[in-house]
């Protein structure tokens, strides 16, 4: 368990319901925090968007790997740049996330996948140009897989056929590492 001293943590002091299970701190300085509260997990990052141009940037997985451990673990997993303690709230007492349709990239019937970045939105016009609408339904998004050691990781896409499989990984750390794409559009 990660110690933390609730005199400085303004997070515990504003929900004396969750506690800090958890601490990541990145190369470039950076930081995220963990707490939860038995149902959901609150992940707040702090100057992990910073790079030094005569610096690399920090593997993405650094980013993903604890999260995406946390999104099997609990009910909800709100994850947020900087704590704003009106913000928080807002999530934390919604019952449901409204997505307004202007937000909504999605192709086909799986609306329920609506994170598409413009890449991956491309890709899938370009399959269903070659192949098909009906084709569609051979296409799996963000496939989870899981390495020798345990590890899961997530691909683009999956396509799986009578007689083959094929992994589709676009450039995805281009459109969400927070070093690169900076801290305006990471909010």
Request: proline residues 3%; negative net charge; hydrophobic residues 30%.
């Amino acid at each position: 368990m990660v110690e933390s001293d609730t005199q400085k943590d303004l997070f515990l002091n504003d929900h004396p319901g969750f506690r800090l299970c958890d601490l990541v701190e990145y190369p470039n300085g950076g930081r995220s925090e963990f707490y939860e509260n038995g149902s959901d997990m609150i992940i707040i990052d702090e100057d992990i968007c910073k790079h030094e141009q005569s610096e690399p940037v920090f593997r993405y997985m650094l980013i993903t790997e604890k999260q995406n451990l946390y999104m099997n673990r609990f009910h909800r997993v709100f994850r947020f740049l900087g704590y704003d303690q009106s913000e928080v709230d807002h999530y934390l007492s919604s019952t449901e996330i409204e997505i307004s349709v202007e937000d909504l990239n999605s192709i086909g019937d799986r609306a329920e996948q609506v994170n598409v970045s413009p890449l991956e939105m491309k890709f899938e016009q370009n399959f269903t140009n070659a192949y098909g609408r009906s084709a569609l339904r051979y296409l799996t998004r963000e496939y989870s897989i899981c390495d020798g050691q345990g590890n899961h990781y997530f691909l683009d896409y999956f396509i799986r056929t009578e007689n083959h499989q094929y992994a589709v990984e676009e450039n995805g750390v281009t459109y969400h590492h927070p070093q690169i794409i900076g801290e305006s559009r990471y909010r």
